[in-house]
Nanobody, 114 residues
Framework: QVQIVESGGGLVQPGGSLRLSCTAS????????MGWYRQAPGKQRELVATVTFGGGTIYADSVKGRFTISRDNAKKTQYLQMNSLKPEDTAVYYC????????WGQGTQVTVSS
């Protein structure tokens, strides 16, 4: 059974920073590429960043230069460092394989507001 747990979200002012973490049980990490996704109210879930098993990264244009994805394969943990946050970054953030497998975690809420 796959279990994914995201953490690190919260309320932050525009321009602030947060670091999200994700741990996963089972075989979710293995040799797969992993991603951070987000879903804002009334919008579809979108992929914002991907990290390959070897550490290569890909970012959505909306977060490029502000977010950094990384992973620790030994700990089955991945991270998302988010800097220069904007109100439009407000969403529930999820991690999963990229492309995703069917089981999702609860996500962690990120709210950017003054």
């Amino acid at each position: 059974q796959v279990q994914i747990v995201e953490s690190g979200g919260g309320l932050v002012q525009p321009g602030g920073s947060l670091r999200l973490s994700c741990t996963a049980s089972g075989s979710i990490f293995s040799i797969y590429s992993m991603g951070w996704y987000r879903q804002a109210p009334g919008k579809q879930r979108e992929l914002v960043a991907t990290v390959t098993f070897g550490g290569g990264t890909i970012y959505a244009d909306s977060v490029k230069g502000r977010f950094t994805i990384s992973r620790d394969n030994a700990k089955k943990t991945q991270y998302l460092q988010m800097n220069s946050l904007k109100p439009e970054d407000t969403a529930v953030y999820y991690c999963n394989r990229s492309p995703p497998q069917p089981d999702w975690g609860q996500g962690t809420q990120v709210t950017v507001s003054s």
